[in-house]
């Protein structure tokens, strides 16, 4: 029997719906594979700001750190939305990322044939659809200085600065060309080196570190071509990386091949161990989305499928890992359907419901 730490930090939105059965997902998977899961709960995000000022603590980054791993919902909302605000839901995030030096963000794309209808692309350009995008995570736009917004001359102006450094660069591509290699060996590196000068560094030191790997073959795109491959040949990429905003922005996109956000899961890791686990941060890319909030049709698969990738990189427990994936896969190929995913006439399930549909399949 082993025992794990899990730092709960629900957010904003829908974060309290869908984390509240990634937890319950957790403790089915230990009562049927005899595992304790130790939860501490926190706020982040909005919450946190509303209660403390701050959108996170130093006492939950610390004991993010102690912890085996983060499960995390979502955050922001309009009521924290002014640009003009001080403090914003989106800080907490980034904070953990940074403290925990969480540098790598998997992101599995797949397109189910089950649900190939939810997608507006046409079926067969969906088919075989297969793919893992890893984005920088630490670096890039978002952390880079000078980051300012200020008057000068009586005129409004701002500045984000997109900062790499070559070593920052190399282990994305490292991790890429371990990746590509279990998988099928096809590694597409995103940038926009025709003009940026930190895009060209990306390209040179990914094209520099390519002969380590003479079995995967290296493909470069341009991330305005990137968007257009992803929606007419989806199904030819494999391994993708990508820097911080490019691989936010074309993940997002991506999402839709899947035929909803609600179904993409994340896993963002660190340097991990010599046994391949470590400390993580398990987060649906869906956001928050407070337009639903609170009605109980949240898709929670998402937040399973990131719960199975929490159970494989921070416990090193794929056999439950698969299990909770295969309960996820054959709830979907037997009909069952929250409303992002379903087909118009379809009798949908709400989010609780659609849970229990999956946990009843663990081990079926």
């Known amino acids: 029997m082993a025992t794990f730490d899990i730092l709960v930090l629900p957010g904003d939105g829908i974060g309290p719906e869908v984390t509240a059965e990634g937890r319950r997902a957790l403790e089915a998977i230990g009562e049927r594979f005899e595992h304790v899961f130790r939860f501490t709960p926190d706020t982040v995000g909005g919450g946190a700001i509303d209660a403390y000022g701050v959108a996170i603590r130093p006492e939950t980054l610390e004991a993010a750190k102690r912890s085996d791993a983060v499960l995390f919902g979502a955050v922001g909302g309009p009521k924290w939305d002014s640009p003009r605000a001080p403090v914003r839901p989106e800080q907490g995030l980034l904070a953990l990322r940074r403290e925990l030096g969480l540098w790598a963000n998997l992101r599995p794309v797949k397109a189910e044939p089950a649900l190939l209808h939810a997608s507006p692309l046409r079926p067969e350009v969906l088919e075989g659809v297969d793919m893992l995008v890893i984005r920088e995570l ?109 691989g936010d922005i074309i993940t997002d996109e991506a999402s839709m091949l899947g035929g909803s956000m609600g179904m993409l899961p994340s896993a963002s890791l660190g340097t991990l161990r010599e046994d391949g686990l470590g400390l993580g941060l398990y987060e649906p890319i869906h956001g928050s989305a407070p337009d639903i909030a609170g009605k109980g049709i949240a898709n929670p698969l998402a937040m399973l499928l990131c719960t199975a990738m929490l159970l494989r990189h921070s416990c090193g427990l794929e056999e439950e890992a698969r299990a909770l994936e295969r309960a996820v896969q054959r709830a979907v190929e037997d009909g069952l359907r929250t409303p992002d995913i379903a087909a118009k006439g379809e009798r949908t399930l709400g989010t609780r419901e659609m849970a229990d549909a999956v946990l009843e399949r663990i081990g079926g």
Request: hydrophobic share 40%.
């Open 138 to 246: 630490t670096s890039g736009i978002y952390f880079g200085t000078p980051q300012a917004r200020r008057v000068v001359n009586g005129r409004r102006e701002a500045v984000d600065t997109d900062y790499y450094n070559e070593e920052e660069v190399a282990r994305v591509a490292h991790l890429g060309f371990r990746t590509a290699r279990e998988r099928r060996r096809h590694l597409t590196s995103v940038d926009k080196a025709n003009v940026l000068a930190s895009s060209r560094l990306w390209r040179e030191v990914v094209s520099e570190i390519a002969p380590e790997y003479p079995d995967v073959t290296l493909e470069h795109v341009l991330v305005d071509a990137m968007t257009m491959h992803l929606i007419r040949r989806p199904a030819s990429f494999d391994v993708v990386i990508a820097d911080n905003m490019f």
